[in-house]
C-alpha cells in the first residue's frame, strides 16, 4: 500500500517504523529539516520538507494515488484539514490524530462531515488501555475482541501460586474453566504453549476466554480480582482527565497530585468527587503525607519517564498492589524489567498499534475481506488476529482434531451468533464465524495460513 504520514514527532515515527517492516510505501511530510534527516538515517521511506496543508506538497508526495494518509502533526485542526484535503485530492483512505478533549463529544460527526476512516486519540486510548488493566489488577495488559465478548489477559506466573511446576493439561483439568493458555514468554521466548508445557515461576502468561470466566480462573488461583477502589495519579494532564472520565463513571476513588496550580483548579472544576492536590509528584515526603501506599493503585503519567519510573519504583515498594508507569523511550526497557516494574503504557506505542491494525486490516481485506483486528502482545514477538470465516476458508464443518494445524497457530476463540465458543477438538469453524487466532508468526494475510499446506 502506498501511505502517507503527515507530522514526523513520535507518534509518525513509530508508526512509520512499524509500517516498514510490513514492506509498504511510506511517505512522510514534516517541515523540520533536521527531523527528516534523522528520519531518513534510521528509515528506508521517502520525506518531504513542506507543509501538509499546502496542495503543492500533497501532490508531490503522491496523494492522488495514495491508500491511506496519516495526519499526526501537534494540531488537530491541521490533522484534520490535512485529511479532508488529501481525500478531495483523491487518498482513498484517512486518519486524523485529535487529542483536544473539546473535540471529544463531536468525533461522529467530525467523522462523517470531514470523510475521516479513523480519528485516534493517544491520550483517550492510552487512558482506556489503563482503564481496562484497573479493572483486573493483577493483569499487566487486556486486549478485547469480538465487541468485549472476549478477553485477553498477560500475567505473570507466582513462585508460590498453584500454576508454578505444572503442565498447561494438568492446570486446565484442575481449574475446568472455558479458557486457554495461548501465549506464553520464557527466558525472553516466545511459545504457544500445548498441553506438555510446564508453567514456571516468572513465566508471561497469555489466557483467553469469556470475561465471567477469565475472573474466575483469576478468583481460583487466589489472585486479587477486584476492581481498584481507589486510584491515585501522579501527573494531570489529558491522560489523566480521560482516565478520570472514565474512572468516576464506575465509582472509584481518585486522588491525582499536579504541579501546576492552573491546570490543578480545571480538573477540580471537572471533576468534584476528585482530591486534586497541588505539588510535585517526586516529592516523596508528599507522598507519603498523602497516604500512597493505602491505594490499591497507582498511575504514574507526568510528561517525564524518568519520573514515572521513579515513583512508580517508590509506589512499588511502599506497597501499592497495582503500578502503572507512561514510558514513551524505547530504550528504557531493560532498566524497567531490573527495576520489576510489571506494566508501562505508551501513548505512541498505543496509537501506532491501533493505526496498524487499520491499515493491516484494510491491506488484507483488499483480497481476502476477513481479517478484523490484529493485537500485537508479548512485545510484538506474537500476533492475535481477528477473523471473519468466509465461503473462502478452507476446512469449513471439520472438527478440529482432524485437522493439521501448523506449529505456533492456535484457534483461541470462536464467536457464532452471539456465543462465545473457546474450542476444543471436537469444534469446527463455520462461515460467519469470527474466529481468534494466536501465533508467532508477523505475516498471517489469512485464516488459511494456520493450516498446513493451506488447509488441503
Known sequence: MKIIIAGGGKV???????????EHDIVLIDKNFEKLQHISDKLDIMCIKGNCLRTSVLISAGVEDADLIIATTQSDEINMLCCLTAKRLGAKHTIARVRDPEYSADL???KNEMGLDMVINPEQEAAAEIARVL???????????????VEMVSFRVREDGMLNGNTVSDIMSRIKLSIIFCAVLHDGEVTIPDGNYVAQSGDLFYVIGRPAEIY?????????TSSSKSVFIIGGGKIAYYLCDFLTKIGTGIKIIESDRNRCLELNELFEDCVIINGDGSDTELLDEEDISSFSSVVAIT????????????????????VIAKVNRLNYGGLIDSLGIDCTISPKDVTAAQIIRFVRA???????????????????????????????????????????????????????KGEV?????????????????????SKVFDLNSVFENGGH
Open 108 to 110: 461522529v460527526t467530525l
Open 216 to 224: 474466575k480462573f483469576f478468583k481460583t488461583l487466589k489472585r486479587e
Open 12 to 22: 509518525g515515527q513509530a508508526i512509520a517504523k512499524h509500517l516498514t517492516g510490513e
Open 135 to 149: 479493572r483486573f489488577p493483577i493483569a499487566i495488559n487486556v486486549e478485547t475482541f469480538v465487541n468485549g465478548s
Open 362 to 416: 484494510l491491506n488484507n481485506s483488499l483480497e481476502y475481506n476477513n481479517l478484523q483486528t490484529l493485537y500485537r502482545i508479548v512485545d510484538g514477538r506474537a500476533e492475535a488476529l481477528e477473523f471473519i470465516v468466509n465461503s473462502k476458508t478452507q476446512n469449513l464443518g471439520k472438527p478440529f482434531k482432524d485437522i493439521n494445524f501448523k506449529k505456533n497457530f492456535i484457534v483461541a476463540a470462536i464467536e457464532r
Open 303 to 322: 510528561g517525564r519517564d524518568e519520573d514515572n519510573l521513579f515513583m512508580s519504583l517508590y509506589a512499588s515498594r511502599a506497597g501499592v498492589p497495582k
Open 421 to 441: 465458543i473457546i474450542p476444543s477438538g471436537n469444534d469446527c469453524l463455520l462461515e460467519g464465524d469470527n474466529a481468534i487466532i494466536v501465533c508467532k508468526s
